[in-house]
Protein backbone atom coordinates (compact mmCIF):
# COMPACT_ATOMS: atom_id res chain seq x y z
CA UNK A 1 0.00 0.00 0.00
CA UNK A 2 1.37 3.76 -0.40
CA UNK A 3 2.89 4.75 2.10
CA UNK A 4 3.76 8.43 1.56
CA UNK A 5 0.66 10.46 0.27
CA UNK A 6 1.32 14.23 -0.68
CA UNK A 7 -0.86 16.75 -1.00
CA UNK A 8 -1.92 18.82 -3.26
CA UNK A 9 -1.18 16.89 -6.05
CA UNK A 10 0.02 20.07 -7.63
CA UNK A 11 0.72 23.31 -6.97
CA UNK A 12 0.59 26.86 -8.99
CA UNK A 13 2.29 29.53 -6.61
CA UNK A 14 3.45 32.93 -8.23
CA UNK A 15 7.69 33.66 -7.26
CA UNK A 16 8.54 34.92 -3.94
CA UNK A 17 5.48 33.42 -2.29
CA UNK A 18 5.94 30.88 0.19
CA UNK A 19 4.76 26.48 -1.03
CA UNK A 20 3.77 24.34 1.03
CA UNK A 21 3.36 21.07 0.81
CA UNK A 22 1.81 17.83 3.29
CA UNK A 23 2.68 14.57 3.22
CA UNK A 24 1.02 11.53 5.28
CA UNK A 25 1.71 8.64 6.18
CA UNK A 26 0.14 4.78 7.48
CA UNK A 27 2.85 3.11 9.05
CA UNK A 28 5.54 3.45 12.06
CA UNK A 29 8.27 5.12 10.98
CA UNK A 30 12.01 6.01 11.94
CA UNK A 31 12.55 8.95 9.43
CA UNK A 32 11.05 10.81 6.79
CA UNK A 33 12.98 12.36 3.80
CA UNK A 34 11.77 14.74 1.05
CA UNK A 35 13.44 14.86 -2.39
CA UNK A 36 13.33 17.08 -5.14
CA UNK A 37 13.07 15.68 -9.02
CA UNK A 38 13.10 17.86 -11.98
CA UNK A 39 11.61 16.99 -15.30
CA UNK A 40 13.71 13.93 -16.39
CA UNK A 41 16.38 13.96 -14.08
CA UNK A 42 17.45 11.92 -10.88
CA UNK A 43 15.92 12.55 -7.39
CA UNK A 44 18.10 15.51 -5.28
CA UNK A 45 17.98 14.81 -1.75
CA UNK A 46 16.34 18.05 0.77
CA UNK A 47 15.97 17.65 3.94
CA UNK A 48 15.77 14.25 6.63
CA UNK A 49 13.93 14.13 9.76
CA UNK A 50 13.91 11.37 12.12
CA UNK A 51 10.97 10.58 14.06
CA UNK A 52 12.20 12.19 17.21
CA UNK A 53 12.72 15.40 15.51
CA UNK A 54 9.50 17.60 15.36
CA UNK A 55 11.02 20.71 12.83
CA UNK A 56 13.96 21.13 11.02
CA UNK A 57 15.17 23.87 9.18
CA UNK A 58 17.92 24.22 5.54
CA UNK A 59 17.75 26.99 3.78
CA UNK A 60 14.77 27.95 2.51
CA UNK A 61 13.49 24.76 3.56
CA UNK A 62 11.29 23.78 6.96
CA UNK A 63 10.35 20.36 7.50
CA UNK A 64 8.22 19.55 10.36
CA UNK A 65 6.95 16.16 11.38
CA UNK A 66 3.89 14.99 13.74
CA UNK A 67 4.22 11.47 14.33
CA UNK A 68 0.98 11.53 16.36
CA UNK A 69 -0.93 12.35 12.78
CA UNK A 70 1.56 10.66 10.80
CA UNK A 71 1.88 13.55 8.95
CA UNK A 72 4.95 15.86 7.41
CA UNK A 73 5.08 19.39 5.30
CA UNK A 74 7.77 20.76 3.52
CA UNK A 75 7.72 24.59 3.70
CA UNK A 76 9.59 26.18 1.05
CA UNK A 77 10.14 30.57 1.55
CA UNK A 78 10.18 33.04 -1.01
CA UNK A 79 9.91 30.48 -3.71
CA UNK A 80 12.03 30.96 -7.62
CA UNK A 81 11.55 29.69 -10.60
CA UNK A 82 13.93 27.41 -10.06
CA UNK A 83 12.49 25.42 -7.90
CA UNK A 84 9.89 23.92 -10.33
CA UNK A 85 10.16 20.65 -10.19
CA UNK A 86 8.12 17.38 -8.36
CA UNK A 87 8.56 16.57 -4.82
CA UNK A 88 8.15 13.49 -3.19
CA UNK A 89 8.05 12.44 0.73
CA UNK A 90 9.63 9.08 1.27
CA UNK A 91 9.38 7.18 4.39
CA UNK A 92 12.41 5.14 5.67
CA UNK A 93 12.27 1.82 7.82
CA UNK A 94 14.19 -1.24 7.48
CA UNK A 95 16.83 0.21 5.08
CA UNK A 96 14.39 0.85 2.25
CA UNK A 97 12.16 4.26 1.09
CA UNK A 98 9.07 4.73 -0.04
CA UNK A 99 7.66 7.02 -2.01
CA UNK A 100 4.52 8.89 -2.39
CA UNK A 101 3.15 10.50 -6.02
CA UNK A 102 4.69 13.43 -5.52
CA UNK A 103 3.51 16.92 -5.98
CA UNK A 104 4.33 18.89 -8.62
CA UNK A 105 5.28 22.67 -7.97
CA UNK A 106 5.01 24.87 -10.59
CA UNK A 107 6.55 28.50 -10.05
CA UNK A 108 5.35 31.90 -11.83
CA UNK A 109 8.13 33.98 -12.71
CA UNK B 1 33.84 12.95 -5.08
CA UNK B 2 31.54 11.51 -8.18
CA UNK B 3 28.13 11.16 -7.20
CA UNK B 4 26.10 7.90 -8.44
CA UNK B 5 26.68 6.97 -11.68
CA UNK B 6 24.37 4.81 -13.96
CA UNK B 7 24.52 3.53 -17.44
CA UNK B 8 23.49 3.92 -19.82
CA UNK B 9 21.06 7.12 -19.42
CA UNK B 10 18.90 5.51 -22.03
CA UNK B 11 17.99 1.81 -23.25
CA UNK B 12 15.83 0.93 -26.09
CA UNK B 13 14.53 -2.80 -26.38
CA UNK B 14 12.47 -5.19 -28.13
CA UNK B 15 9.91 -7.30 -26.51
CA UNK B 16 12.14 -10.37 -24.95
CA UNK B 17 15.39 -8.68 -25.21
CA UNK B 18 17.35 -8.70 -22.04
CA UNK B 19 18.20 -5.02 -20.49
CA UNK B 20 21.11 -4.88 -18.14
CA UNK B 21 21.38 -1.33 -15.90
CA UNK B 22 24.52 -0.76 -14.54
CA UNK B 23 24.99 1.21 -11.50
CA UNK B 24 28.56 2.65 -9.59
CA UNK B 25 27.64 3.88 -6.23
CA UNK B 26 29.24 7.17 -4.43
CA UNK B 27 32.85 6.32 -3.69
CA UNK B 28 32.99 5.19 0.34
CA UNK B 29 28.97 3.34 -0.12
CA UNK B 30 28.57 0.15 0.08
CA UNK B 31 24.44 0.04 -0.27
CA UNK B 32 22.52 0.38 -2.96
CA UNK B 33 19.36 0.44 -3.90
CA UNK B 34 17.21 0.37 -7.19
CA UNK B 35 14.03 1.44 -7.55
CA UNK B 36 11.27 1.82 -10.51
CA UNK B 37 9.75 4.93 -11.79
CA UNK B 38 6.59 4.69 -13.94
CA UNK B 39 5.24 7.80 -15.54
CA UNK B 40 3.79 9.93 -13.28
CA UNK B 41 4.33 7.55 -9.94
CA UNK B 42 6.74 7.62 -7.21
CA UNK B 43 9.77 5.58 -6.94
CA UNK B 44 9.16 1.73 -5.79
CA UNK B 45 11.12 -0.30 -4.24
CA UNK B 46 12.89 -2.64 -5.68
CA UNK B 47 16.18 -4.12 -3.69
CA UNK B 48 18.67 -3.21 -1.57
CA UNK B 49 22.31 -5.02 -1.68
CA UNK B 50 25.55 -5.11 -0.12
CA UNK B 51 28.57 -6.14 -1.58
CA UNK B 52 28.03 -9.84 -2.70
CA UNK B 53 24.85 -9.71 -1.00
CA UNK B 54 20.55 -9.42 -1.61
CA UNK B 55 19.95 -8.07 1.77
CA UNK B 56 15.68 -7.21 0.78
CA UNK B 57 14.33 -8.05 -2.72
CA UNK B 58 11.18 -7.75 -1.65
CA UNK B 59 9.92 -5.50 -4.29
CA UNK B 60 11.95 -7.32 -7.53
CA UNK B 61 9.04 -9.43 -9.65
CA UNK B 62 9.61 -12.68 -9.17
CA UNK B 63 10.47 -13.62 -12.28
CA UNK B 64 12.93 -11.86 -15.29
CA UNK B 65 14.51 -9.71 -13.07
CA UNK B 66 17.58 -10.29 -11.38
CA UNK B 67 19.98 -7.86 -9.24
CA UNK B 68 23.53 -8.44 -8.08
CA UNK B 69 26.12 -6.26 -6.28
CA UNK B 70 29.60 -8.28 -6.82
CA UNK B 71 33.05 -7.57 -5.14
CA UNK B 72 34.38 -5.75 -7.88
CA UNK B 73 32.47 -3.59 -10.02
CA UNK B 74 29.37 -1.62 -10.36
CA UNK B 75 25.53 -3.26 -9.01
CA UNK B 76 23.64 -4.67 -12.21
CA UNK B 77 19.94 -5.24 -12.46
CA UNK B 78 18.97 -7.58 -15.35
CA UNK B 79 16.08 -7.67 -16.89
CA UNK B 80 15.33 -10.71 -19.00
CA UNK B 81 12.69 -10.91 -21.83
CA UNK B 82 11.61 -7.68 -21.20
CA UNK B 83 7.93 -6.35 -22.25
CA UNK B 84 6.08 -3.52 -22.64
CA UNK B 85 5.13 -3.20 -18.94
CA UNK B 86 9.17 -2.69 -17.80
CA UNK B 87 9.36 0.62 -19.79
CA UNK B 88 9.99 3.19 -17.18
CA UNK B 89 13.07 4.88 -15.51
CA UNK B 90 15.08 2.87 -13.12
CA UNK B 91 16.63 4.72 -10.58
CA UNK B 92 19.71 3.22 -8.08
CA UNK B 93 21.18 5.05 -5.05
CA UNK B 94 23.66 4.57 -2.72
CA UNK B 95 24.29 4.88 1.28
CA UNK B 96 27.24 4.81 3.74
CA UNK B 97 25.37 2.28 5.72
CA UNK B 98 22.75 2.57 7.69
CA UNK B 99 22.84 5.09 10.56
CA UNK B 100 21.39 5.02 14.01
CA UNK B 101 17.33 5.41 13.47
CA UNK B 102 17.88 3.02 11.04
CA UNK B 103 18.84 4.55 7.89
CA UNK B 104 21.41 6.97 6.23
CA UNK B 105 19.83 9.69 3.75
CA UNK B 106 20.08 7.63 -0.18
CA UNK B 107 22.01 9.84 -3.09
CA UNK B 108 20.17 9.14 -6.34
CA UNK B 109 21.87 8.28 -9.58
CA UNK B 110 20.58 10.25 -13.03
CA UNK B 111 18.18 7.14 -13.69
CA UNK B 112 18.28 4.88 -16.80
CA UNK B 113 14.98 5.02 -18.89
CA UNK B 114 14.15 1.73 -20.32
CA UNK B 115 11.72 1.75 -23.47
CA UNK B 116 10.46 -1.23 -24.76
CA UNK B 117 8.94 -1.76 -28.26
Known amino acids: SQQGEEDPQALSIQEGENATMNCSYKTSINNLQWYRQNSGRGLVHLIL?????REKHSGRLRVTLDTSKKSSSLLITASRAADTASYFC?????????FGKGITLSVRP | NAGVMQNPRHLVRRRGQEARLRCSPMKGHSHVYWYRQLPEEGLKFMVY????????ESGMPKERFSAEFPKEGPSILRIQQVVRGDSAAYFCASSPGIGAGGIYEQFFGPGTRLTVL
Open chain 1, 90 to 98: ATGANSKLT
Open chain 2, 49 to 56: LQKENIID
Open chain 1, 49 to 53: IRSNE
